[in-house]
């Protein structure tokens, strides 16, 4: 097939960002925790359970997702991606109506993760094939929406008011119908390029492994390396997950008594916090293909192992002794933009590292079966924030990053290959 005869390979990044952006808003779970608290007096712990659960699910779902791609082709993937992921809105929004956590648990928890598995997977695992010259760029292109998402959402349901005007069921339905539409149409343009493709003018570096090659999922797991890159990022991700499930109340925790309407500016931050998290995935990706993958995890752990004792030392917005809680936000503010950038970093750069390591015949099922880290770094971090004392959890995630440090040195490149 000539090169005039496949489809735009840009226009199929685009339906990606754009399947990215609806499943991202998944990251904005956290503006919920408040208002469901008020409304049917939940536990912060029973509501942000929902979360955990969707994450789970999505890590799940993304390993049989990637499988079937590899076997039946994308398109398929994307479309039940974008019917799970609106129905399973539509049913969350239900659930609350009635004030039933089971039905929240059973829309949100399994069938939006159902949905966010297949949907997550199928750009990143389609567009390392169609863009081999770009290989950081692109995955990182491919998930920048994802980190956009929640931003949006956020910016929708409680700087605007969504919530407060509509309830926080309506809002749900809302958002679900439009999901539902934009997600399964986007994933129409979900296509893989022919055995072999290579774009016009690229030659594949020496000691590159050729488009159509690539080692099986069985022999993936088979390679200490499979787990080494699993480890760096559940790592990474434990501790986004953690701020991510707990960003609002967070902010507000560090967020003088005194500040007017403190549940609209955590929302505004919390949009903040989305565009650094998008802008760290093609920033961290784009650095990857430079200095190496690698480098950049390294990078990413000393950084945040340092970024989490900062906060750890950090007051509260208002403490015995006058500690003005101005100053505690804003280090807040900084301090969390940097982990959202981190956490998009890790996710942009692990699936070049994936199709650097394993080759990008089969990294639809092995990326799919690594990203069951992203399910346990789901139960770890939001767990751990809902449960223990801000405090001592930002002291614990420091030490966590201190001692994985050994990891990305372990994990020399090229070896698996």
Known sequence: MT??????????????????LCL?????????????NAMWQWTPAQITLAFTLVIVVLSLAAAVGGYILDSKGPRI?????????????????????????????????????????????????TLVKWFPDKRGLITGLAVFGFGLGSGIMALLAST????VKLGPANTLYIFGAVFLVAVTAAGQLMVSPPAGYAPAGWTPPAGAPAAASGMTLGEAVSSKYFYLLWIMLFVNITAGMAVISQAAPLAQHFMSSSVANTA????????????????????????????????????????QAIVFFILFLTP?????????????IVIFTIMACYIYACLGGGFATMPAYAADTFGTKYVGRIYGWMLTAWGAAGIVGPQLYSRVPYKQALLIT????????????LAAPKKAA
């Open 3 to 20: 090169e005039k005869n496949l489809p735009n390979r840009w226009l199929i990044a685009a339906a990606g960002v754009v399947m990215q």
């Open 24 to 36: 991202g808003t998944v990251y904005a779970w956290s503006v919920f925790i408040r208002p469901l």
């Open 77 to 125: 993937v994307a479309t039940m991606g974008g019917l799970f992921f609106g129905v399973g809105m539509l049913i969350t929004g239900y659930g609350v109506s009635i004030g039933s956590l089971t039905v929240v648990y059973l829309g949100y928890g399994l069938i939006c993760g159902i949905g966010l598995g297949f949907g997550y997977i199928t750009p990143i695992a």
């Open 160 to 163: 605007f008011g969504m919530i």
């Open 264 to 303: 609209a500016l955590a929302g505004t931050l919390m949009l903040l916090f989305a565009f650094f998290n998008a802008v760290g995935r093609l920033a961290w990706a784009t650095v990857s293909d430079k200095i190496g993958r690698r480098q950049v995890f390294i990078t990413l752990f000393v950084s």
């Open 316 to 328: 509260i917005g208002d403490v015995a002794g006058g500690a003005p809680g101005a100053i505690s």
């Open 398 to 409: 420091a030490i966590m990053f201190a001692v994985a440090l050994i990891v990305p040195f």
